[in-house]
């Protein structure tokens, strides 16, 4: 029941730390385009293009925790050690 129990904070903690990193990505690129459209006086242009690569980003961020973390439960699952028999 313990090791059910770290499993479970483990997972939440890492579900958090992905819906974080999507939501930080997106900030950061739109912070960036807002800043150099404020500099350079071209309006929409790298807000727009910033925003773009932010969300990109945020979706690369989701599928590299998705197939880095989902593939090492799935070996300890091939293993036994994961389940239950």
């Known amino acids: 029941m313990e090791e059910e129990k770290k ?3 483990r997972q939440l903690f890492l579900l958090s730390s992905t819906g974080l990193s999507m939501v930080l ?4 690129g739109l912070a960036i385009g807002v ?3 404020g ?5 929409p242009c790298f807000t727009l293009i ?3 690569l932010g969300i990109i980003a945020g979706f ?3 599928f590299w925790f998705i197939r880095h973390y989902g593939t090492a439960d799935d070996k300890k699952d091939k293993k036994g050690n994961g389940q239950d028999n």
């Open 50 to 52: 910033f925003l773009g």
């Open 7 to 9: 499993r479970f904070i």
């Open 35 to 37: 800043l150099l459209d």
């Open 25 to 28: 990505a997106i900030f950061i």
């Open 39 to 43: 500099k350079l006086n071209t309006r």
């Open 60 to 62: 690369r961020n989701i």
